[in-house]
C-alpha cells in the first residue's frame, strides 16, 4: 500500500492512505529507523502486520527542506500584502528557490479589501511571468481560486511576518485553531523528538504553515541566478557575450530591456543586488 507521511512523533509515523485517506500509524523497518531517513511529505509504500504496520520504501523525493523538515513540496504561496510593505526581496529569494526545488511560485496578494482593484495589481508589478492571486482572508475574497491552485498538491504558506498567513490557514481550514494543529516542532540531540505535522484539507490536498529556512536563504552560485529569472533568460542570446550576467557586461540585452521598459526596473535591481550578495558570499567562501 502507498500513502504520505503527515506526522513523525520520534520514530512514529502517520501515514496517509492513498485510497482510504486514514492515518495509519506506522515503524521505519531495517535502516529506515534512522532518523532522517523518512520526512514529513514522503510518498511511501508500507505495509500492515499482525502487530502494527511499517514503512517498507521511501519512494523518490522531488524536493526536500530543512527546518522544517519536508519533502515533495509541490507549490509555495508567497503572501504579500499592503500592510506590512512588501519586502519584495524576500520574495525573490523565495522565488529564486522555488524554481531551483521544482516548486511552482505563487504570489498571493491578502487584505485586498484594503484596496481598489489596480492597487492590488500594482503590488505583483514586475511578476508577470508568475501566478499571482488576490485575496482577503478575512473577507473570504478569493478563497475559492486559491483552494483551486492548491488542489491536489502538497502547500506552503511564505512570506513576511503580519500578512495574513495566519488568518488565511483559519479561512481555509474553517478553525480557529489551525496555528496549533500545524505547528512544527524541531529538536535535534540524542533521544530528542521531532514533531513535524502537514494539514490535510481533503484526501489529496495537505498545507504546511511556512516554508523553512530553505526557501529564504540562497545556496547557488552567482552566475547562475540569472537562469531562474524567465525575462531574462528569453534575452541572454540577445547578449553580446554568453556568459554574460547582465550586471556589468557591455552590450547587454537584459539592461536594454531595462532602459526599454520590457523588463521592471525594480525587479532588476534586486537581482543586481542579490547577485552580489551572492559573490560576496562566493568571495568569503574562497578568502
Same mark, same amino acid.
Do not use: W
Given at each position: 500500500?502507498?500513502?504520505?507521511?503527515?506526522?513523525?512523533?520520534?520514530?512514529?509515523?502517520?501515514?496517509?492512505?492513498?485510497?482510504?485517506?486514514?492515518?495509519?500509524?506506522?515503524?521505519?523497518?531495517?535502516?529506515?529507523?534512522?532518523?532522517?531517513?523518512?520526512?514529513?511529505?514522503?510518498?511511501?509504500?508500507?505495509?500492515?502486520?499482525?502487530?502494527?504496520?511499517?514503512?517498507?520504501?521511501?519512494?523518490?523525493?522531488?524536493?526536500?527542506?530543512?527546518?522544517?523538515?519536508?519533502?515533495?513540496?509541490?507549490?509555495?504561496?508567497?503572501?504579500?500584502?499592503?500592510?506590512?510593505?512588501?519586502?519584495?526581496?524576500?520574495?525573490?529569494?523565495?522565488?529564486?528557490?522555488?524554481?531551483?526545488?521544482?516548486?511552482?511560485?505563487?504570489?498571493?496578494?491578502?487584505?485586498?479589501?484594503?484596496?481598489?482593484?489596480?492597487?492590488?495589481?500594482? !503590488? &505583483?508589478?514586475?511578476?508577470?511571468? $508568475?501566478?499571482? %492571486?488576490?485575496?482577503?482572508? *478575512?473577507? #473570504?475574497?478569493?478563497? /475559492?481560486?486559491?483552494?483551486?491552485?492548491?488542489?491536489?498538491?502538497?502547500?506552503?504558506?511564505?512570506?513576511?511576518?503580519?500578512?495574513?498567513?495566519?488568518?488565511?490557514?483559519?479561512? !481555509? &481550514?474553517?478553525?480557529?485553531?489551525? $496555528?496549533?494543529? %500545524?505547528?512544527?516542532?524541531? *529538536?535535534? #540531540?540524542?533521544?530528542? /523528538?521531532?514533531?513535524?505535522?502537514?494539514?490535510?484539507?481533503?484526501?489529496?490536498?495537505?498545507?504546511?504553515?511556512?516554508?523553512?529556512?530553505?526557501?529564504?536563504?540562497?545556496?547557488?552560485?552567482?552566475?547562475?541566478?540569472?537562469?531562474?529569472?524567465?525575462?531574462?533568460?528569453?534575452?541572454?542570446?540577445?547578449?553580446?557575450? /554568453?556568459?554574460?550576467?547582465?550586471?556589468?557586461?557591455?552590450?547587454?540585452?537584459?539592461?536594454?530591456?531595462?532602459?526599454?521598459?520590457?523588463?521592471?526596473?525594480?525587479?532588476?535591481?534586486?537581482?543586481?543586488?542579490?547577485?552580489?550578495?551572492?559573490?560576496?558570499?562566493?568571495?568569503?567562501?574562497?578568502?
Amino acid at each position: 500500500m502507498t500513502g504520505t507521511v503527515v506526522k513523525i512523533l520520534s520514530f512514529e509515523y502517520y501515514v496517509k492512505d492513498d485510497i482510504t485517506g486514514e492515518a495509519v500509524l506506522c515503524r521505519g523497518r531495517g535502516r529506515l529507523k534512522r532518523d532522517g531517513d523518512i520526512l514529513v511529505g514522503d510518498k511511501v509504500e508500507y505495509a500492515t502486520g499482525s502487530k502494527s504496520a511499517s514503512i517498507e520504501k521511501v519512494l523518490p523525493r522531488r524536493n526536500a527542506l530543512v527546518r522544517p523538515y519536508v519533502a515533495n513540496i509541490d507549490s509555495a504561496i508567497i503572501v504579500i500584502a499592503p500592510v506590512p510593505k512588501p519586502d519584495y526581496y524576500l520574495v525573490d529569494k523565495i522565488i529564486v528557490n522555488c524554481y531551483k526545488d521544482k516548486i511552482e511560485p505563487i504570489i498571493c496578494v491578502n487584505k485586498t479589501d484594503l484596496l481598489s482593484e489596480k492597487e492590488a495589481e500594482k !503590488l &505583483t508589478n514586475g511578476y508577470e511571468d $508568475i501566478k499571482r %492571486l488576490y485575496v482577503s482572508a *478575512e473577507k #473570504g475574497i478569493g478563497l /475559492t481560486e486559491l483552494l483551486a491552485e492548491m488542489r491536489g498538491r502538497l502547500t506552503c504558506l511564505a512570506g513576511q511576518s503580519a500578512v495574513g498567513k495566519t488568518s488565511l490557514l483559519n479561512a !481555509l &481550514t474553517g478553525s480557529d485553531k489551525a $496555528i496549533g494543529e %500545524l505547528s512544527q516542532r524541531i *529538536e535535534r #540531540g540524542k533521544n530528542t /523528538t521531532r514533531h513535524t505535522e502537514i494539514y490535510a484539507l481533503d484526501n489529496t490536498t495537505m498545507l504546511i504553515d511556512t516554508c523553512g529556512f530553505s526557501l529564504l536563504e540562497l545556496d547557488i552560485e552567482p552566475q547562475e541566478l540569472k537562469l531562474y529569472y524567465d525575462e531574462f533568460v528569453s534575452q541572454n542570446e540577445n547578449c553580446r557575450y /554568453t556568459s554574460c550576467v547582465h550586471v556589468t557586461e557591455p552590450e547587454c540585452a537584459v539592461k536594454l530591456a531595462v532602459e526599454r521598459g520590457e523588463i521592471d526596473k525594480a525587479r532588476y535591481d534586486r537581482y543586481v543586488e542579490l547577485y552580489n550578495e551572492l559573490k560576496q558570499k562566493r568571495s568569503k567562501r574562497y578568502e
